[in-house]
């Protein structure tokens, strides 16, 4: 097929545009001038309508399975208040069995007036007799009910797990509250959706995914499961979507890694590549290790959910069998344990394995140049940027945040960085990352810039959601560039993202999203 009359940006080094793309068996054999070449009688025509064309954006950090799990539970996210979601709970019951589960995700107290955590008392009331478990919006914190807490033996007795906290009131009863590796005493009671159900939902967001301009992602955190409904899904021809995944945690790679090297399904459809690890917690619920205390909460410095020696010997074991590592790191304490780890393990291998720090939220200065010199690549969202700028100098105070979401620090120290949203913790839309990353202003534009001399170039935002993206999983050979030989993954765009005004770049939609050649959404642009 021959796309022609577009404004073609590969992403090539030098920076390409050209206005002709030739594709062949899903790979693109051709990037240059219509000029050029003549076509084969027969071959297809798109006629691109002189739209910006971009190689197909990929989330660095997007969780597929989580995204679809949210959508088989209570959606939390626009809530306003603990009532409300009390509420919302109340409403849930009713439609189930008196014993029966009820499960969501999506909680943000920072929203709430006041921002207090919330407590089991107002889901008691809500739902008596159900158990209830609901997420955090980050992952770091279940809200359990009475009778949660009952099915799993959590009483004032129960100790602290390692690496995680069970809020306590005044007299010692668990609040309801569990953070971190506390969720586990709760959360496996939880029951999973059926396969068919679980299968449905991915295929419902994988279009959502297609739709926003994503055309794939990288995966911090699988499951057995959910490999095996992504395979199902693409032996059926039901994926159209790459992701290159790490396995979730301990457990996950305790199952797997005797399957020995990477696997990967479906004509590069899904790639089992990484092992994902949680050093620490988050900001939002106070887990992130930091150095010093919180400034709203003196006495703690966050949560190390696994000993860093754990993490130098997952991280020894799982390269050795040709596995990438990446580490969760969002304090700064966190990042600087993460890359002394990596700095350890670099030392001794021979081919150099591709390692990520995921999020490298708060860095201390000394740090900040450690990813560049080891060749470690800082996986960051933007969005988390413009959504944390709320609340999170009152977390960090003004000195740390110097090094918060240090996007231009990073890069000027020679580093590269892998972009993404932490979907769904973040909506999807890559155009939001790209938007926050270009802007450092919510949506909304009424708050003033934050930081603005750790903006990145609509350049280097683009970038972090394609080549960068796919040089931090050793795939730029195959991915994040329109040249030839690499797979025809692509979006035409309903505006130039190199020349609008910035504050409508959050605005932009695909008009058409190809994956390995065929449209996956959209259609051939209008004039
Ligand atoms: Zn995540």
């Not at 799990?69 to 979601?85: F, N, Q, V």
């Not at 699988?222 to 992701?243: E, K, N």
């Not at 999807?428 to 003033?448: E, K, S, Y």
Request: some cysteine.
């Amino acid at each position: 097929m021959l796309l022609t009359n577009g404004r073609i940006h590969t992403m090539d080094a030098a920076g390409s545009v050209v206005d002709s793309l030739v594709i062949r068996a899903g790979r693109v054999v051709f990037a240059g001038r219509r000029a050029d070449i003549n076509p084969d009688p027969g071959e297809g025509v798109l006629d691109l309508c002189r739209r910006v064309v971009l190689p197909g954006l990929v989330d660095g950090h997007g969780h597929l399975m989580l995204l679809a799990k949210a959508r088989l539970e209570l959606d939390l996210t626009s809530a306003d208040s603990e009532r409300e979601i009390a509420a919302m709970v109340g409403a849930a019951a009713a439609r189930r069995r008196p014993d029966e589960w009820i499960a969501g995700r999506g909680w943000d107290q920072t929203r709430w007036p006041g921002q207090p955590f919330p407590t089991r008392e107002s889901l008691d009331r809500a739902a008596p007799g159900h158990p209830v478990a609901l997420v955090r919006v980050d992952g770091h914190a279940t809200w359990a009910s009475s009778a949660a807490l009952a099915r799993a033996g959590v009483t004032r007795h129960t100790s602290d797990p390692p690496g995680g906290r069970i809020a306590r009131d005044d007299c010692g009863e668990p609040t309801g509250l569990l953070i971190d590796m506390a969720q586990d005493l709760v959360r496996p009671l939880v029951p999973t959706p059926s396969e068919e159900r679980f299968d449905e939902a991915v295929r419902a967001v994988i279009a959502e995914c297609l739709a926003k301009g994503l055309t794939g992602a990288h995966e911090p955190g699988l499951d057995l499961a959910a490999v095996a409904s992504y395979t199902r899904l693409i032996g059926r021809g039901h994926f159209p979507f790459r992701v290159f995944a790490a396995l979730s945690g301990r457990k996950a790679w305790g199952e797997y890694r005797e399957r020995g090297a990477v696997e990967t399904v479906g004509d590069g459809r899904l790639t089992v590549g990484a092992l994902k690890l949680w050093l620490d917690g988050a900001l939002g619920s106070r887990g992130a290790a930091l150095h010093a205390p919180y400034c709203d909460d003196p006495g703690n410095t966050g949560l190390i959910l696994v000993p860093p020696e754990e993490v130098e010997r997952l991280t020894r074991e799982a390269t050795s069998r040709g596995f990438h590592v990446w580490v969760h790191a969002i304090g700064d304490r966190a990042n600087a344990l993460v890359l002394d780890v990596f700095e350890k393990v670099l030392g001794a291998v021979g081919p150099r394995p591709r390692l990520r720090v995921e999020h490298a939220q708060i860095l201390a200065p000394p740090d900040i140049p450690r990813f560049a010199r080891l060749g470690v690549v800082p996986s960051m969202q933007p969005t988390h940027c413009t959504s944390d700028m709320r609340w999170a100098s009152e977390r960090l105070g003004p000195r740390r945040l110097e090094g918060a979401y240090a996007w231009r620090s990073v890069l000027d120290a020679g580093a590269y960085i892998a972009g993404g949203s932490d979907f769904p913790v973040e909506d999807a839309n890559p155009f939001h990352g790209l938007h926050a990353a270009v802007t450092r202003c919510p949506r909304d534009g009424d708050d003033p810039r934050w930081q603005p001399a750790q903006r990145m170039t609509r350049d280097e935002a683009v970038r972090s959601f394609t080549i960068w993206n796919a040089r931090s999983i050793g795939r730029e050979g195959e991915l994040g560039s329109l040249e030839p030989g690499k797979r025809a993954d692509l979006i035409a765009l309903s505006d130039d993202i190199f020349a609008c005004a910035e504050e409508r770049i959050a605005d932009i939609t695909p008009v058409l999203t190809m994956v390995g050649g065929e449209v996956v959404a959209g259609g051939p642009p209008a004039r």
